[in-house]
């Protein structure tokens, strides 16, 4: 499964610091670890989403393309007095082969942990064949 | 002869570094392989944030992908210390090494002890999971609350 990251920002392309454009977009992305692994059905995509509820996931599949998004949201009132970290909002793409059946893709969001089932269509799952002995 | 800004120099060389650092910030914070335990690196686990209002402390701690069940609470002399587990895949799910495309997350027994800036109430302390974050509200002891003081004026 290959990962093709579409850039987000236009300010990317050019290396020049001097005319380098600053962002128009009010967001920067951050992106998400994940864990991908096969089974005999199909692929699992793991991905950490802390800070973004079921309401704020995007996770659309457009053009053999695999998109996760999500907005996040800090829990705790009150103003800062020590931080360690600030939430941004999340962005992933990861380009789908052929043996993935995308009707079926479903995804679950627990924990602010991003479960995504990709199955294999039918004739990609492995087939055991029976030996018959003559 | 050309005339040199060095003010203006300095400020892309500010800026492309910002861009590098930014360019850096995005695959590693805030959950590089090696932040996650304590054991393995400077940065401790989970990373927390604390605010304050008039009453209360909020701590909030970045704990994706963790057991509600395992997580655990204790505070004592002022410090506030959390621990719990943070699992593979989910619970009984058991994954082959060699069936992983990629493998990014990390996983293991955390525990983190944090000081707080004063005296709290332990008996009304509550904590909520809720996204992968965990929120804990410890109500300032009325002690440390502030008080207001009038200014008489003669």
Request: hydrophobic fraction near 35%.
């Amino acid at each position: 499964m290959a990962e093709r990251t579409i850039p987000v920002t236009t300010t990317v392309k050019t290396t020049e610091a001097s005319t380098r454009e600053e962002t128009r977009q009010e967001e920067r992305y951050l992106t998400p670890p994940v864990d991908i692994y096969e089974t005999q059905e199909g692929l699992v995509v793991i991905a950490d989403l802390p800070g973004v509820s079921k309401e704020n996931a995007d996770i659309r599949v457009d053009n053999n393309v695999l998109t996760i998004q999500g907005k996040t949201q800090h829990l705790a009132p009150g103003n800062p007095v020590y931080t360690e970290y600030t939430l941004l909002n999340f962005f992933r793409q990861f380009q789908l082969s052929e043996i993935v059946d995308q009707e079926k893709i479903s995804a679950d969001l627990k924990n602010g942990t991003l479960v995504i089932h990709l199955p294999k269509v039918e004739k990609a799952k492995p087939k055991r064949i029976t030996v018959n002995v003559a | 002869m050309a005339y040199r800004d060095p003010f203006r120099e300095m400020e892309s060389l500010r800026r492309e570094f910002d861009r590098i650092f930014n360019a850096i910030e995005q695959w590693t914070f805030p959950f590089s392989r090696v932040s996650f335990l304590p054991g393995r690196s400077a940065r401790q686990y989970p990373m927390i944030n604390l605010n304050e209002d008039k009453d209360n402390y909020y701590v909030e701690a970045l704990a994706p992908g963790v057991n509600p069940k395992t997580i655990d609470l204790s505070l004592a002399n002022n410090c506030l210390t959390i621990s719990g587990e943070k699992l593979v895949a989910g619970a009984g799910i058991e994954v082959k090494p060699e069936a992983y495309h990629r493998s990014e997350r990390a996983c293991g027994k955390f525990t983190r002890t944090i000081e707080l800036p004063s005296e709290v109430d332990a008996d009304k302390v509550k904590a909520d999971y809720q996204n992968g974050l965990l929120l804990v509200t410890l109500p300032k002891s009325e002690k440390a609350k502030p008080k207001q003081i009038t200014v008489n004026v003669g």
